[in-house]
């Protein structure tokens, strides 16, 4: 059997029976066994158990459904115009400034990269060919006692 669909405007298709496909809601814990539970050692009567679990629901039910036809669709009005404020201004204020910062900061990158490539690459090649031939051998030393002279031994 098929999943009853409904075509909204602008030729997309929403499918009513999986209405959380990205999963946007999953924190969301409202049914019954998820809100209460009563532990082992202290119970309510069966009936008034019973008749709880039918109040939440019922309660639960109704009033999803009357604020869902009440307030939802003024609700999706609303965030309506906020993600098309949203995008608006992603599209036509922060992208370009983006890209104008990042055109901006590639001239500076330039100019920098010549200034370190000029004064601090000389310095470090110099400073590497200083110490290049540096060996550096490990051995044991004799047991016994340090003398004074040993400061430097690590």
């Given at each position: 059997?098929?999943k009853?669909?409904?075509?909204?405007g602008?030729?997309?298709?929403?499918?009513?029976?999986?209405?959380?496909?990205?999963?946007?809601?999953?924190?969301?814990?409202?049914?019954?066994?998820?809100?209460?539970?009563?532990?082992?050692?202290?119970?309510?009567?069966?009936?008034?158990?019973?008749?709880?679990?039918?109040?939440?629901?019922?309660?639960?039910?109704?009033?999803?459904?009357?604020?869902?036809v009440?307030?939802?669709?003024?609700?999706?009005?609303?965030?309506?115009f906020?993600?098309?404020?949203?995008?608006?201004?992603?599209?036509?204020?922060?992208?370009?400034?983006l890209?104008?910062?990042?055109?901006?900061?590639?001239?500076?990158?330039?100019c920098?990269?010549?200034?370190?490539?000029?004064?601090?690459?000389?310095?470090?090649?110099?400073?590497?060919?200083?110490?290049?031939?540096?060996?550096?051998?490990?051995?044991?030393?004799?047991?016994?006692?340090?003398?004074?002279?040993?400061?430097?031994?690590?």
């Open positions: 059997m098929e009853p669909e409904s075509s909204m602008g030729g997309s298709v929403i499918e009513l029976e999986d209405r959380d496909p990205n999963n946007l809601n999953q924190h969301l814990q409202v049914m019954w066994d998820d809100v209460i539970g009563e532990p082992d050692g202290i119970r309510s009567p069966e009936c008034a158990w019973r008749l709880s679990g039918h109040c939440f629901r019922f309660s639960k039910g109704c009033c999803y459904v009357f604020l869902s009440l307030v939802a669709p003024l609700a999706a009005l609303c965030l309506g906020t993600f098309a404020c949203l995008a608006f201004e992603h599209i036509w204020c922060v992208a370009p400034c890209r104008v910062w990042k055109i901006s900061c590639a001239a500076t990158r330039t920098f990269t010549s200034a370190v490539q000029a004064v601090v690459r000389p310095c470090s090649d110099g400073v590497g060919f200083l110490f290049h031939n540096i060996r550096i051998f490990n051995q044991k030393l004799p047991d016994g006692p340090n003398r004074k002279e040993d400061v430097l031994l690590v």
